[in-house]
């Protein structure tokens, strides 16, 4: 992956949110979820990767497709504060 170490930086802080989806990611980054995996993989510890994969596995917030139909944002309204 080439990308600079900030968008490197948003894209794992995007990868560990829970509500996230992979689809937003790759919308972004140009990066889908196979290519997310190896950038967490080759930037954090393995126990935080193995962490990482046990947390995402069978989360359905992260893929679109697998999500209720009703939501339609990646993140909670009142997220982003100002």
């Keep these: ?13 995007m990868a560990w949110e829970d509500r996230t989806p992979f689809e ?3 919308q972004l980054y140009g990066l889908n ?3 997310v995996i190896v950038l967490m993989r080759r930037n ?3 126990s ?3 962490l ?3 947390r995402m596995n ?7 497709k697998l999500r209720h139909p009703d ?6 309204p009142t997220q982003y504060k100002r």
Excluded: N
């Design 1 to 13: 992956m080439d990308c600079s170490e900030s968008k490197q930086s948003r894209i794992i802080e």
């Design 33 to 35: 979820e196979s290519q």
């Design 52 to 54: 990482w994969r046990r």
């Design 48 to 50: 935080s990767f193995k």
């Design 71 to 76: 939501i339609d944002r990646g993140y909670c």
């Design 58 to 64: 069978g989360r359905v917030t992260k893929h679109k």
């Design 24 to 26: 937003a990611i790759e």
């Design 44 to 46: 954090l510890k393995p």
